[in-house]
């Protein structure tokens, strides 16, 4: 049992779509976040969640919005996908000033 | 914000080797740093978790280090073999902010 899912993995959609990206845990983690990976840029946090309805923004967070209704389910939504959104974006949970954080496989994102 | 470097970004060597991967962050006031693996297409591994009042933490052949003075830590890797070819990341969790933030990773290769 990974602990930790996303869905979809792969997704292709066109510039003007909206997307929903979903992350699932079995955990019971309060902490959440949404990272997207980059060639040349590495991993840069999008959003991250404290708790239940508790969100808040990361360093590259625009075009994006988050939410977080139960404590296993994390959502990151592109409103309209645009080229620059193409990424790999992972999910992870864990709170990282106690102890480890855990991530997903990721979700390999196409906006054509 | 707190900024981290992995040097070298790529790495070749003879299966057998010992080696040492250096990561350096410019915030001293950590409450961790976490070493990870990733392979090709996959998702975030990780490897060593080192506490602020640590100095080194030790799994297998792994051995991680940290000098919160000199913003530093290192990840050893002892007789290496061709399956410890990935791309090796340190995070590092400071006071200063709310999550993990990233160095861009070390691209190793270990050839038979």
């Known amino acids: 049992d990974a602990g930790i899912t996303q869905s979809p993995r792969h997704k292709v959609t066109e510039t003007g779509t909206p997307v929903t990206l979903r992350c699932h845990q079995t955990e019971n983690h309060r902490y959440m976040y949404w990272y997207r990976q980059d060639p040349g840029h590495g991993l840069r946090l999008i959003h991250y969640?404290?708790?239940?309805?508790?969100?808040d923004k990361g360093e590259v967070s625009d075009g994006y919005s988050v939410s977080r209704s139960k404590t296993e389910d994390f959502l990151l939504t592109l409103e309209s996908a645009t080229s620059s959104q193409t990424s790999v974006y992972f999910c992870a949970m864990g709170h990282p000033e106690g102890g480890e954080l855990f991530f997903g496989e990721g979700s390999r994102l196409t906006v054509l | 914000k707190q900024e981290v470097t992995q040097i070298p970004a790529a790495l070749s060597v003879p299966e057998g080797e010992n080696l040492v991967l250096n990561c350096s962050f410019t915030d001293s006031a950590i409450y961790n740093l976490q070493w990870f693996r990733q392979d090709p297409g996959k998702g975030l591994t990780s490897l060593l978790l080192i506490q602020s009042s640590q100095r080194e933490q030790t799994s297998g052949r792994l051995n991680a280090s940290l000098d919160k003075s000199s913003g530093r830590s290192t990840l050893y890797i002892a007789a290496s073999q061709p399956g410890d070819s990935a791309t090796y990341l340190c995070?590092?969790?400071?006071?200063?902010?709310?999550?993990?933030?990233f160095g861009k990773g070390t691209s190793l290769l270990v050839t038979p």
């Open positions: 995070a590092a969790y400071s006071n200063s902010g709310y999550a993990l933030n």
């Open positions: 969640s404290y708790g239940v309805k508790d969100t």
